[in-house]
């Protein structure tokens, strides 16, 4: 830990604070009720995915990968799988492009409804994150009659998919389509047009477009930061390119901006599902692939949190000689660093779960001051001050 | 029926540990909160401190960070109370088994510092809610 | 900038590479010596300029070899600059944190487990590993001394 000038408190943030798939240990640097500092310490969670990853055959790791993060199950394997297709020259057939395109935005949707559940609890509006998550649901229940799980779908296979979309379900599917359209749309309504959350999100955390850049954050972090990259649009996989999108992006920076960000991404979400199930072709999901030739291969998909990035290389064996994976948040949340610093105490719990660390870090909060020890804050304090300050908005609006 | 076991029984309070889970057997155990699952029904309830917890929800196959942690929270909960391994992680490390930095599973870790501790295993990979919830249940019929 | 324009840019480094390699559309290898790497990635960042992605340091054969991972989002291009460290029983390299702050955990990691040295990094205490893990022990090296 960095040596911190003495008479300075120091709030450490964690490290207990589940769900989130680095679990971090942030400290923060408090002057009064501003932050002057932040630092942080992972390796709680560091499980050695790439050392067991070469001990693995290639057909294997499909399935470790999608344990790297739960949230993105899709994500991670889907960029394994093109590294290692880049490598052996796999023609997909295209009822499998369209099926990895189905599985991962259904995946978006949950996860996108999910942060903001989360992020209404941060804020003191329970109401909000009773209601994502209930809406959350019929998302899971697409994805257990596609995949067989509503999590860790273990879906994807080096050269296609290994469950297939079956033609009974396709009406089902649109009608629900529908339903949940609907239910989204009622949902950001209440929450754009809500004063109460304007109040709390609007100006809070920016991360400007020169940080963004520097930082090299990808996702809704960067586009709510006005750089509108989307790898699902640059260079895109699976069957993006055959539909009718957009990439969502507003300039603002501040946490509202990315809240606005992932709600229309839901939007557009829903819009792809319904395209692909539209336009789905016949034919088989998967091809067979023998053999692995020397070689190297990047592989890149846009996951509800950003850009996962993994990059393959193989010697002709059955393993891979070096697999590297890399998380969208692992560039994310190095930008705290840059929307932080300077912001108050009750704007930081919802400033770190902006970036989408789920439950991030309130779970076990403690503020401490340096020169005595004496813990002064809990999380449940901070928390109420996160909570007191809504209502106080509330009163005045 | 001893009586702190008969209390411990009626409506048990939960923290949740991570302990290098990949967030799946986590978002699970926040589904029960919400309402298609509603966990609060039957009493218990999620807490934000080991301090008030009559049972730890422990997920992942505990790295060698988060060992310390662990048993640091265990030594804080009130006994008796009930340690769940939630998912195949918690129970057996599962696909990490063969990780550097994995020293887990959870009851190895537990059973270090109390041989007795009670210790409850809901396997999957995640377990759905459901199997949460009936893990819980029959546990704590069981007692 | 197009894709022949992003490839005469790149030209303009070319006497510090050993070579460069094509081998699937839009992805393009570079190869250089460690001791050219900070200045190719310097203009990589800043010339070109190129969004970073991440390093890969991998344990070759007799030498270490870092990628650095960059991303051109215009025409969804991936450019990988590799960096050979000849030197295996004392790897060094210069540390591209000072310039490029998103690089800083990526090399704190490769520390942890590699064992590469990084010069002048602003901030090398250990990220990845567990503070009871002990010293001198690298996890991703192909030998790992215990």
């Known amino acids: 830990m960095k040596t911190v000038k003495i008479n300075q408190p120091v709030i450490p943030v964690g490290p207990l604070h589940p769900l989130q798939e680095e679990m971090e240990c942030f400290r923060l640097t408090v002057d009064g009720e501003t932050v002057t500092d932040i630092d942080m310490r992972i390796s709680y969670n560091h499980r050695g995915i790439e050392g067991i990853s070469q001990s693995l055959q290639f057909d294997q790791v499909p399935l470790l990968v999608s344990r790297i993060c739960g949230i993105c199950s899709a994500s991670h394997p889907l960029a394994y799988v093109q590294a290692v297709e880049e490598i052996a020259d796999v023609k997909l057939p295209d009822r499998a492009r369209y099926v990895r395109t189905i599985v991962a935005e259904l995946e978006r949707i949950h996860s996108h409804v999910l942060w903001l559940g989360l992020a209404g609890h941060f804020i003191g509006y329970d109401t909000v994150f009773m209601w994502a998550w209930k809406y959350r649901e019929p998302v899971l229940d697409m994805l257990e009659a596609i995949t067989g799980n509503r999590n860790n779908y273990g879906n994807l296979l080096i050269g296609g998919c290994r469950e297939d979309i079956s033609d009974d379900l396709i009406p089902k599917m649109l009608t629900d389509l529908d339903e949940i359209e609907k239910k989204m749309d009622m949902l950001i309504k209440a929450v754009t047009d809500d004063p109460v959350i304007h109040a709390r999100l609007k100006g809070v955390g920016v991360l400007t477009k020169e940080d963004a850049v520097r930082f090299a954050v990808t996702g809704p972090t960067a586009r709510g930061s006005g750089v509108d990259i989307d790898v699902r649009h640059d260079d895109a996989y699976a069957a993006y390119d055959e539909l009718d999108w957009s990439v969502c992006a507003v300039p603002e920076g501040d946490v509202f901006a990315k809240a606005v960000v992932r709600l229309l991404e839901v939007l557009e979400a829903i819009k792809i599902i319904r395209q692909a199930v539209k336009k789905l072709p016949k034919g088989p999901v998967k091809t067979n692939v023998k053999d692995i030739p020397p070689g190297e291969g990047t592989g890149r998909a846009e996951a509800p949190r950003g850009e996962t990035f993994h990059y393959v290389r193989s010697d002709g064996g059955n393993r891979p000689v070096r697999h590297k994976a890399r998380a969208p948040s692992y560039v994310n949340v190095p930008s705290f660093k840059a929307s932080c610093i300077g912001q108050k105490l009750a704007d930081v719990t919802i400033t770190l779960a902006a970036v989408d660390p789920c439950y991030s870090c309130t779970e076990r909060l403690a503020v401490v001051d340096k020169r005595t020890d004496e813990v002064l804050y809990d999380y449940n304090m901070l928390l109420k001050l996160s909570r007191e300050k809504t209502e106080e908005i509330r009163r005045h609006a | 029926m001893d009586w702190r076991i008969w209390s411990l029984k009626k409506s048990p309070w939960v923290f949740h540990v991570n302990t290098g889970a990949c967030n799946n057997c986590d978002i699970e155990v926040v589904d029960c909160l919400t309402p298609r699952f509603d966990i609060e029904r039957f009493g218990m309830k999620l807490v934000g401190s080991p301090r008030h917890a009559d049972a730890l929800l422990v997920t992942g196959g505990v790295t060698a960070q988060a060992a310390h942690r662990l048993r640091e929270v265990y030594r804080q909960t009130p006994k008796p109370c009930v340690v769940f391994a939630i998912g195949a992680c918690a129970c057996d490390k599962g696909i990490f088994t063969t990780g550097y930095h994995m020293v887990g599973p959870v009851d190895k870790i537990i059973r270090e510092i109390d041989p007795d501790a009670i210790i409850v295993y809901v396997p999957g990979c995640p377990p759905k809610p459901e199997a949460i919830i009936s893990g819980a249940i029959k546990a704590l019929s069981a007692l | ?146």
């Open chain 3, 1 to 146: 900038m197009n894709s022949e324009e992003l490839r005469n840019k790149l030209s303009e480094v070319k006497d510090k590479l050993i070579k460069t390699e094509e081998p699937v559309n839009n992805r393009i290898y570079l190869y250089c010596e460690s001791e050219s790497s900070y200045s190719v990635n310097k203009f990589l960042f800043e010339e070109v300029p190129l969004r970073f992605v991440i390093a890969t340091g991998i344990d070759g054969d007799g030498c270490f070899e870092i990628l650095y991972h960059y991303s051109y989002d215009q025409t969804g291009c991936v450019v990988n600059l590799k960096a050979f460290i000849r030197d295996y029983d004392n790897p060094q390299i210069e540390s591209i944190a000072p310039f490029l702050p998103a690089a800083e955990w990526i090399e704190r990691e490769m520390h942890d487990l590699l064992g590469i040295e990084f010069k002048n990094h602003p901030d090398m205490r250990r990220l990845i590993l567990s503070d009871d893990w002990p010293e001198g022990v690298y996890p991703l090296r192909k030998k790992v001394t215990k």
